[in-house]
């Protein structure tokens, strides 16, 4: 079985809409696919999947000792796509006790499937991390802000001192070294990873090979989401950059999703935007998606070997280019086939028009209100 855990550091980058319908494509695929709604506390992939009156997920089973596991993996109705709730509403078990997640983790490795595909919630808590290492293929959620890079970026972060905590065992000099750097507080977010490894290699190579062993098979993949414009596409760059350089991990990227209003239409009717409308171009850069991971599968390679990794990136920024593009199509397809009227289109380029001219007057209104308690601050 594949695990495919889904994190971003960062809220609401799409991490749920994507394991959902990434789901449904694998399944669509004659693939056995499990979902895991593992954002206990926050958990809502029910309703991507829209599914109602779920009474039983991960918060009762681990709060009761009667309930077996297989109870709480669903059918959803979708042909081979089963489902594993979330917490259905049991306060509390957003902090997982370490039995408890050791518990949930060997019943979640005992599936019977092809794919696993685990929503995680946002954040760094270990317990989020210790799911995302159940595979060395995790994929990390990103959209083109620095708040979502940087927190992916953080959050990869965590998960590299995270497999050290559990490789630099107690009484080595790896140990001792990051507990002198904890101590010291703040220096722990500082350093810079290369040199600390460098450090380890040299002075605890026993430790430094432990930590290899288990950082090898890790290569996270990314997504980046949200875009609006394919110049939004570089911003995967320089996140790669960055995790390259100080933290010694290269992802290979997986591809590119645009922001699109159906997908709130989609929720609305209470079905997954693939069944909703499987032709939009988010519906098929999802497909793409789940056929770079079928195709990885069937070559039995890490998708750092089955294509550079420098390729796909380079392959993310055309299929942006050529997603914005059918964007554009549709929409002209709209308004020739009179689902959109050349009015209603007069009419939304309007109403932005004017919320256009409201920002700017609030704009100037904060700068005037700047420049005047600058002046005041002179005159004192
Ligand atoms: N590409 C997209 N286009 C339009 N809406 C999106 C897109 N990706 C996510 N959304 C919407 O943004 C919100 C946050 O997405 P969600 O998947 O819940 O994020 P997360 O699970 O990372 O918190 C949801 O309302 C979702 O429907
Ligand atoms: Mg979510």
């Known amino acids: 079985m594949q695990i495919l855990p ?15 319908n990434l789901s449904i494509a694998l399944a669509q695929a004659d693939k056995q696919v499990v979902i895991a709604d593992l954002d206990l506390g926050g958990s809502n992939i029910h309703l991507m999947l829209g599914q109602s009156g779920i009474r039983q997920g991960i918060g009762v089973f681990l709060t009761s000792s009667k309930l077996k596991f297989e109870h709480i993996v669903l059918d959803t109705g979708y042909k081979n796509l089963r489902f594993i709730p979330g917490d259905a509403e049991v306060p509390g078990v957003a902090n997982l006790k370490s039995s408890q997640k050791k518990r949930l983790i060997h019943n979640l490795m005992n599936l019977d499937a092809d ?13 989020i991390i210790d799911f995302f290492l159940t595979s060395g293929k995790g994929i990390m959620v990103t959209e083109p802000t620095p708040t979502a890079n940087l927190n992916a970026y953080l959050f990869l972060k965590n998960v590299i001192f995270r497999v050290m905590g559990t490789c630099f065992l107690r009484g080595t000099k790896a140990h001792d070294y990051i507990a002198g750097l904890n101590r010291k507080g703040s220096s722990l977010q500082r350093v810079y990873v290369p040199n600390l490894l460098e450090y380890i290699a040299q002075n605890d190579p026993e430790s430094y090979a432990a930590f290899q062993d288990k950082i090898e098979i890790f290569h996270p993949m990314l997504i980046l989401n949200m875009l609006e414009d394919p110049k939004d596409s570089i911003k995967a760059d320089k996140l790669r950059r960055s995790c390259k350089e100080y933290l010694n991990v290269d992802m290979a990227h997986l591809g590119i999703l645009y922001m699109d209003n159906l997908q709130d239409i989609a929720l609305n009717s209470r079905l997954p935007l693939i069944v909703y409308k ?5 519906s098929q850069a999802i497909y793409r998606i789940a056929d770079k991971i079928l195709q990885n599968e069937t070559e039995g390679m890490s998708p750092l070997d089955f294509e550079s990794l420098d390729d796909s990136y380079e392959t993310a920024k055309i299929e942006a280019e050529v997603d914005f593009e059918m964007k554009l199509r549709y929409l002209e397809e709209l308004l020739h086939c009179g689902a959109l009227s050349p009015g209603d289109l007069i ?7 004017f919320e256009i001219a409201q920002l700017r007057k609030e704009n100037t209104l904060l700068k005037s209100k700047l420049v005047k308690a600058v002046k005041a601050g002179f005159d004192e």
Not at 6 to 20: C, D, F, P, R, Y
Not at 117 to 126: E, P, V, Y
């Open 347 to 353: 009419e939304t380029i309007k109403i932005q028009q």
């Open 115 to 127: 794919y696993l595909i685990i929503d995680l919630g946002a954040g760094t808590h270990f317990n």
């Open 6 to 20: 889904i994190a971003s550091g960062k809220g609401g980058v799409g991490k749920s809409l994507i394991a959902t």
């Open 278 to 282: 499987p032709k939009s171009v988010l």
